[in-house]
């Protein structure tokens, strides 16, 4: 697999671009490392309701077609 988006030439990181899967890369780069805050603990991710969750699940099920 390309360290680069085959759609725009961004990186790629963990299988996702970081502009066109922008929402999807935060959520799992950011809310779900608990190394990201830099003391063991997990950012708290938005409701589930949310558009940007929303624009997560729709950017991730892209990724598995």
């Given at each position: 697999m390309s360290k680069y988006c085959e759609d725009c030439?961004?990186?790629v990181y963990s299988?996702?671009?970081?502009?066109c899967h922008e929402a999807s890369f935060i959520y799992h780069e950011q809310y779900?490392?608990?190394?990201y805050l830099g003391n063991g603990q997990?950012?708290?991710p938005p409701d589930e309701n949310s558009?940007?969750?929303?624009?997560?699940?729709?950017q991730d099920a892209?990724?598995?077609?």
């Open positions: 030439g961004c990186k299988g996702r671009c970081s502009n779900m490392n608990p190394d997990q950012l708290t558009d940007f969750m929303r624009k997560v699940r729709e892209s990724l598995r077609r």
